[in-house]
């Protein structure tokens, strides 16, 4: 049960960030360099 419930999170983990780096790749090649720095 326990090794389920890791096996679960680092799977949820891994995809999040992977989505989020290919958002971030995405947005890095669109926007200009002071759009990101006002984002984060």
Do not use: K, N, Q
């Not at 679960?8 to 926007?31: E, K, P």
């Amino acid at each position: 049960m326990f090794a389920l419930l890791v096996l679960l999170a680092v799977i949820s983990i891994g995809s999040i960030a992977a989505l989020v780096g290919v958002v971030a790749r995405d947005g890095y090649r669109r926007l200009p360099e002071r759009a990101l720095v006002r984002i984060f």
